[in-house]
């Protein structure tokens, strides 16, 4: 009798018993995962921590030649007429660069055109042909701007009447442009240094640049037949050349 109690109560207990060591192996096992989780984690202070900055660069330059782009435009009643006119005016401007020490190579055309004119009828009625209208457009370089106003006075003079534009350049862009990019690094250099000092922090080696680039310069237009009769006068002036980029460190 007293043995079969004592199954009775040994049996409840080794069921406890086995309970409770599970219940700590299941809570010591998802401890270990929870640790191991957290080690995988990285810390915010090992982090990587950059600092990206604008840098403009600006080099002010003298032009010290120029591109024109200039042209014969003439109307006649047949096509044929229309265009030997044109041919005619425009030989005669060409002769006229090349005696002013233009190189051949440097006369380039531009396009050249021969189109019907129309008149439209204010009454809506239809259009009437009038005759022809033919157009030659050259670009000119001219490397020495101290004749250039000249040089254009005499194409008016020689049957030049139309002029597409002006845009002054300088012969050495390459080294100017050398240069504004320089002065842009050296301009990003300095904010990162002093944002750096800023937050008293050290500033690493450079991760990333990235150019943004150069502006370009904006060409001046005018018009041929409305110049005077002495020189046609034209100031080169400066231009200034803007670079920018973005550098990360």
Do not use: C
């Not at 990019?181 to 990235?210: F, Y």
């Amino acid at each position: 009798m007293t043995s079969h109690k004592l199954r009775k109560l040994i049996l409840p207990l080794t069921v406890a018993v086995l309970a409770m060591a599970g219940l700590t192996f299941f809570l010591g096992g998802y401890s270990q995962t929870a640790v191991a989780q957290t080690d995988e984690q990285p810390s915010q202070s090992s982090a990587q921590r950059t600092l990206t900055v604008s840098g403009q660069g600006q080099v002010m330059v003298q032009p010290d030649m120029a591109t024109v782009n200039l042209g014969v435009e003439t109307e006649a009643d047949t096509a044929v007429d229309a265009l030997d006119q044109n041919n005619e005016q425009m030989q005669q401007v060409i002769s006229t660069t090349l005696d002013a020490d233009i190189a051949e190579a440097d006369i380039q055309t531009q396009g050249l055109s021969l189109n019907p004119v129309y008149n439209q009828p204010t009454n809506g009625g239809s259009a009437e042909l009038t005759g022809y209208r033919a157009r030659n457009v050259v670009q000119i370089t001219v490397r020495d701007l101290d004749n250039l106003g000249t040089l254009l006075d005499d194409i008016v003079s020689a049957g030049g009447n139309t002029i597409e534009g002006i845009q002054f350049q300088v012969s050495d862009r390459a080294d100017q442009e050398a240069n504004a990019r320089a002065a842009a690094m050296e301009n990003a250099r300095q904010k990162a240094t002093q944002l750096a000092d800023l937050a008293d922090a050290d500033l690493g080696p450079i991760i990333t640049i990235n150019e943004t680039g150069f502006s370009a310069p904006t060409p001046y237009s005018a018009n041929l037949a409305a110049a005077e009769s002495v020189a046609v006068p034209v100031q080169a002036g400066t231009q200034t050349i803007n670079y920018s980029l973005n550098v990360t460190w």
